[in-house]
Structures are given as C-alpha cells and as structure tokens.
C-alpha cells in the first residue's frame, strides 16, 4: 500500500492519549498533516501508513494533549509578586485596577508575551484570558498582539464592568456594556483567526446591571461566543446581590435566564446547595484556580459536591497578580494538594482526574471539546512533550501521576500548537526569549514607579 504524505510525524514516544478509553500507547506515533492529527497508534502500524519530510523522535519521552488554562489576566504578569498578604479587595484596589489604568500599549504586549512565554514551557497550549474592563480596547488589542506572536491558541475574554462604586468597585473600570459590546463586536471581526477567538466576561455579579446581563445573553446567543465571569470567590457576590435585588447571585442570574451551557463560572468557592443545582440544571461550567485561591486566602472550591453534580470542571492559573505563576503543572499538583488536605482523603482526587480537568475538561469549557483536548485523529495538534530525565521526575511508574505531581517547566521540551512547533528543546522559537526577559524586568518597573507601587 503507497504510504500517505503528511507534514510531520512524531514517533518512538510514549502516547497519553487521553481518549476515551484513556489509552496510554508505549512506542506510539502520530501523523500531522497541517493544523491536525490524522493518525494515532502504535508506531510500527503509523510508519507503515504515513510518511513526512519532518520527523520528531520521542523515544525514551511521553506526548501529551497541550493544558488549557481556563483563566487568566495576562495584563498582570507585570504585577507578579506585589501587594502579597493583601486581602482581595486591596490588591484589586491598590494594585491591580491602577496597573491596568496605567499600562501603556507596549507594556501591555510584553506583559501578555511574558505570560504566554511561561504558559508555553509549562505545556499549556490555549489560554482564556480574561481582560479587565478599560475604558479603551487599545490595550486588550495588544494582548491579541501578543498571542499572534507566540503562536499561542487563545480566547480572549472581553472585560465588562458598568457599576457597582457602592459595593466598592473603581469606577475608573466602568462603561456601559451596551457601548463595550459595540466596540467588541469590531475587535473581534478584526482579530479572530484560526487560533483566536472571542468570549464575552462580566467581571463580577454585581459590576453589571441587570439589564446589562441580558445584553450580554443575547450577545452571546446571537454571536455563538462564550461567556465568562468570577462568582463567589468570596461572600461579596451574594451580599451586593442581596442587597440589591434581594436574591443570592446564581439565584438572580438564574431568574433573569442568564445561565447556560456555554457559561465558565471562575472560582465559585462559596457555594450554596442550590448553586450547584443550578448549575448542574443549565450545564454551567467551573474554571477552577487553587493556587490563586490559596495566594489571596479565599478557600476552597466544594469540588466533591461539583462532580457529585456531574459539572465539568476545568483548571487555570488566575493572573500572575494572584498566582505568581502561569505554571498549570503546579496549579495540577496544587489542586490535589489543596483537595486531599481539604477533604483529609488522600483518595479524594487522583491524577488522572486532574489530568482531565487540565485537558478535556479545559476543552469542554470553552465549548471545542470537538477540537481539542486529546490525541485523536481529526483533534487539533496541540501538545507537549515531556522529558523524564530530570531530577524531579525521574524515575517514572505512572507517567500521568509523574507529570501532575512531580514535574515541572524543566521537563517540558516540546510544545505544538496547531501543528506548529513553538518550542524545541526547551527553547521558544517565536520570540527571542532572553532579549524580551530583560525588556519586561526593565518595562515592569517603569510600570511599577508609575503607578507608584514600586517598593525596593
Ligand atoms: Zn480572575
């Protein structure tokens, strides 16, 4: 039989294939014609089938689906590490709402490139990032700026913030979504391409008006775009709801038909019962961020009582402001961490289910579980691979277990996005990394004396 042409092979790994069946292939191969998968399986049945000009070996190495952050404010990779010990509200206060005020358009792109830099060498291939509201789009385009850059997969969350000075948000924030929606709906003719696409953010249940909310259903029927917000991450949500309306805010949102399959509810850590029974009722879908809600000492999501309720459930990072880090690996171990202490069950929450949540439930999020997620033929090429060789892995029984819990950066070499390589041997190869790590040290403190929150 002729052998088939594609564009690259990759052969002699180990495959986490992370089908159905969960099916792990020893000595695997997959043929990528393109931006996808065409064939996966055994090496010897894949070699006798395809061939490519480009061949990666992966011997001695393990392929895995790419991670996908379901969370994030690049924006504030360049406030990483200030304001710790802060509760929420004052970082948001003093650090986080100045600095997106007083970015400027190149700051904004190197902050968006160092974040998507680091999420690139932890094998994370798409990331929700979910801007801030700002009175102009100026900055959020160059954040689309810096994902076209990298070559980065991403869904760009368009911040909507109207009101809400009496529960203590900064109106510098607000604009009429009405307005917002106007303008968005532009930015993203102009912007979407293959690896870029758009989803609607409230900030919080009660920087919106209830008129606003319906806006922004309808917008996100009308123009197939997901929506995502932050919700009791803290008790604010429902007490500003209370007071305002009367009714807790999943409740509310509720009442007004907001809820849907295609919503990403961020954090959700205070959880009533009747929550998640909403919830569970309209297919809403969970970002959950540990290592942030750890940082900034908000608790702990009730992720039993989500799976109880059959809920997909997704991992990320949050902004570095209150991570850090745009490290999934860590925020994988963290969330087992963070769980089997919670529950004090070490059996609580096993790798392969976090694993999950990494991958296809990331995917099932963002509505492209079709398209993402797993190693399978018609998926997109997103993936990394995976070193063992290195002190913290080595050696390696489970290498799902392995990745999630002892691993790192360092182990990561490859990364593919759309069958394109974005970093070989550990070394990005759309940017010049070294250069723009000095730029960003140099550009985040002239943000930091700016905003006046520089500290020696
Ligand atoms: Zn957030």
């Known amino acids: 039989m002729a052998l088939q042409n594609c564009d690259l092979i990759i052969s002699g ?4 294939t992370q089908n159905k069946q969960r099916e792990i292939i020893v000595n695997g191969a997959l043929a990528i014609r393109g931006n996808r998968i065409v064939a996966v399986g055994p090496a010897g049945v894949v070699l006798s089938r395809f061939q490519a000009d480009r061949r990666i070996y992966a011997g001695g190495k393990y392929v895995f689906p790419g991670l996908i952050n379901t969370h994030t404010h690049l924006f504030q990779t360049f406030i990483k590490g200030l304001g710790e010990g802060l509760t929420l509200y004052e970082w948001i206060d003093t650090i986080s709402a100045p600095s997106a005020s007083g970015m400027s358009e190149e700051q904004a792109y190197l902050s968006g490139l160092l974040g998507g830099m680091e999420a690139i060498h932890c094998g994370t291939t ?4 979910f801007m801030y509201s700002m009175p102009s789009s100026k900055l959020y385009r160059q954040i689309g700026r810096s994902f076209k850059q990298l070559g980065l997969r991403g869904v760009m969350g368009i911040g909507l913030m109207e009101n809400g000075e009496e529960h203590g948000l900064s109106p ?6 009405v307005e917002a929606l106007a303008e968005w709906k532009d930015i993203s003719r102009q912007l979407s391409d293959e690896l870029l696409s758009f989803a609607l953010a409230p900030e919080l249940p009660f920087g919106i008006t209830r008129k606003g909310f319906e806006l922004i259903r309808q917008f996100a029927t009308d123009y197939h775009m997901p929506i995502t917000l932050h919700i009791n991450e803290s008790q604010d949500d429902d007490k500003a709801n209370m007071t305002d309306y009367g009714m807790r805010s999943v409740p509310f949102l509720e009442s007004i038909g907001f809820w849907g399959p295609d919503v990403i509810a961020v954090h959700c850590i205070k959880m009533q019962p009747e929550d998640i029974e909403i919830f569970a009722r309209r297919d809403v879908k969970i970002s959950h961020n540990p290592v942030s809600n750890m940082y900034l ?13 059959g809920l997909t459930i997704s991992l990320a990072t949050d902004g570095a402001g209150s991570n850090n880090s745009q490290d999934m690996i860590e925020v994988m171990k963290c969330a087992g961490l963070l769980h089997k202490a919670g529950y004090e069950n070490p059996g609580v929450i096993r790798a392969q289910a976090i694993l999950d949540m990494a991958t296809l ?10 398209n993402l997620g797993s190693l399978e033929v018609n ?13 913290k892995s080595t050696p390696v029984f489970d290498p799902v277990s392995s990745l999630v819990f002892s691993s790192g950066p360092d182990s990561v070499v490859t990364t593919m996005i759309a069958g394109k390589v974005v970093m070989e041997d ?10 723009l790590l000095q730029e960003c040290q140099k550009q985040a403190w002239r943000l930091a004396n700016q905003v006046g929150y520089a500290h020696p």
Not at 126 to 129: A, Q, W, Y
Not at 361 to 370: C, D, L, R, V
Request: hydrophobic share 40%.
């Open 297 to 309: 000492g908000v608790g702990r999501a009730p992720i039993l009582d989500f799976q109880k309720a």
């Open 426 to 435: 550990g070394k990005i190869l759309t940017v010049d990394e070294p250069e």
């Open 172 to 177: 510098c924030q607000f604009r009429p979504v």
């Open 379 to 391: 998926k997109q090429a997103d993936l990394f691979i995976f070193d063992p060789l290195r002190p």
């Open 13 to 16: 790994g180990t495959l986490i």
């Open 361 to 370: 439930g990331g995917a099932k999020a963002i509505g492209q579980e079709h």
């Open 126 to 129: 798409t990331v929700l990032d």
